[in-house]
Each structure stands twice: as C-alpha cells, then as structure tokens.
C-alpha cells in the first residue's frame, strides 16, 4: 500500500510564505512524477506543479510561476512545494498525488496515488 501524507499548511497574511512537504511509503513505492493540485472551496482541482524524480525539469501552473517553486529530495522520498507572495486566491486544500509511469501530465485523474491534502489559508 502506497502512502502519500502532506504537512506544512496552515495560516497565513498576504505575501508570506509556506513550505509544504510530501512523504511517500510503502514497500513497493516506485514512481515517475510527482505532482501537486489545490481545489479552493467551490472549484474544481487545478494543478499547481509537477517534478519527474529523474529529470531537473519542474512544470508549474501559469498562476503560480515566479512564486512557487517544488522540490524534491529522492533520498527521503519526499517532494516540496515552496510557496511565496501567497495571495488571498492561493487559499485552497493542497493534495500530493504521485504517478507511476511516464509522461508527466498535468491531470489529476492520471494519477495513481494521491494524499489525503493540507488546508492553506491566506488571509487579506
């Protein structure tokens, strides 16, 4: 059984900064992509980026650029999403999702494995 638990959210003003991480387990976890999304209470999850463990490209949602930046580190099996300059808009629940196979994609029905989300809050 594969895991994916998200942490790191929280509160926080306009223009600070969050750190989110998720930590994938399991005893058979093996994955190509990692990827995070974010649905704000009455929308539909949108994606907000995406890392190949093997590759150093990173993809990111036009409205996060310049602001957010994901990481990873393989040893630990974990992926980070730094998010700076929040805005009020970014506040939404933030889901880790991984993929088993290539390509990269931006679809969150495309992926097999997906955390149970962190909520982010900015306030005005």
């Known amino acids: 059984q594969v895991q994916l638990v998200e942490s790191g959210g929280g509160l926080v003003q306009a223009g600070g900064s969050l750190r989110l991480s998720c930590t994938a387990s399991?005893?058979?976890?093996?994955?190509?992509?990692m990827g995070w999304f974010r649905q704000a209470p009455g929308k539909e999850r949108d994606f907000v980026a995406a890392i190949s463990w093997s590759g150093p490209r990173e993809y990111y949602a036009d409205s996060v650029k310049g602001r957010f930046t994901m990481s990873k580190d393989n040893a630990k099996n974990t992926v980070y999403l730094q998010m700076n300059s929040l805005k009020p808009e970014d506040t939404a629940v933030y889901y880790c999702?991984?993929?088993?196979?290539?390509?990269?994609?931006?679809?969150?029905?495309?992926?097999?494995?997906r955390g149970q989300g962190t909520q982010v809050t900015v306030s005005s």
């Open positions: 999702a991984a993929k088993s196979a290539s390509p990269i994609t931006l679809r969150w029905a495309n992926y097999d494995y």
């Open positions: 399991g005893r058979t976890f093996v994955s190509y992509a």
